[in-house]
């Protein structure tokens, strides 16, 4: 009875979508979104996730780069590069894939990547923007939990949504998200206590934890909407597979709708990304 909100299926038709905008775009502006993806180091899960990005920005229209570096690189190295993109213009969007080699550091190449181009909604100044309610590019992950959000259950307003885990990538800025909806929302950490009952007050749960299967039936209220970030790889029979932070067979069974792993968030975080190019194109050519 559970229902499956299906991240494969509405990404698809967002891509479709942004595809006849940027035709549109390209039509009025003569300018081809360009996005730039930076890899550093050889992390064989990041090596997945820039070849979807670098596929789903052909299908949408977009030129798109990819820039390896190797798992030793230095700073002033990646500085150079982000700096260079920086001020191409034919690159509107640029990605530096996290997380980055212990050796870089993480702010500091936030900060360099130019506002404007920050297409992962990462930059102060959009998270800024994003905690104010008036952010242009959005961290992608959130924004597309939203748009699943919203196509389950239509307006927000006023529903208990409860997010675990509080990273700048996903838990911030989906709690920004859901509280700019009008819900009501908790946050809750490693330090949390008594996490179990908190969860059980959700009308929403979103789980970004990174711990696979944490969430359990008897977490969950009857007829939550439930949407599971995580992506862990476990082995299981000698195979590999992939699972969330949500266990989906014991949530199914209570849950009013739940996404799937995968299929669901990890689709249309990358549907997202291709979103917020199209966005900094249209800022960055009407200036
Ligand atoms: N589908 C997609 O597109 C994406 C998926 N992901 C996946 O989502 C998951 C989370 O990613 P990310 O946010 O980057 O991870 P982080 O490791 O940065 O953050 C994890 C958060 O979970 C909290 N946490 C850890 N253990 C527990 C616990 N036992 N109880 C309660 N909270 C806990 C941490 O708390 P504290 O702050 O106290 O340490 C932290 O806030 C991962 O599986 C990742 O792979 C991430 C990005 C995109
Ligand atoms: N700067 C930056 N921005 C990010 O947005 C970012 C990042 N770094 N680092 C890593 C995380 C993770 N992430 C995913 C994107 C797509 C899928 C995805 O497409 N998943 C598919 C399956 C992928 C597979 O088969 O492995 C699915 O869930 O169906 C997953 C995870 C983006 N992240």
Redesign the pocket.
Known sequence: MTRLID??KISASEVEQLAVDTRQFIAESSVTPGLAVVLVGDDP??Q??VR??VKQATAAGFNSTEHRLPEETGQAQLNALVEQLNSDPSVHGI?????LPAQLSEPEIIRLIAPEKDV?G?HPQNVGALAAGNAELI???PMGCMIMLRQTLGDLSGKHAVVVGRSN?VGKPMAALLLQANCTVTIVHSRSQDIEAICRQADILVAAVGRPEMIRGSWVKPGATVIDVG?NAVESGGRRR?VGDVAFNEVSEVAGAITP???????M??AC?MKNTLTAARQQISV
């Not at 990605?95 to 997380?99: A, I, T």
């Open positions: 991240g494969k899960a990041s997945v996730y979807n990005k990605l530096v894939q996290l997380p992962d990462f961290p992608c992950t990538i992506i992939l792993v995968p299929g669901g968030v990890g689709p975080t990358i990304l």
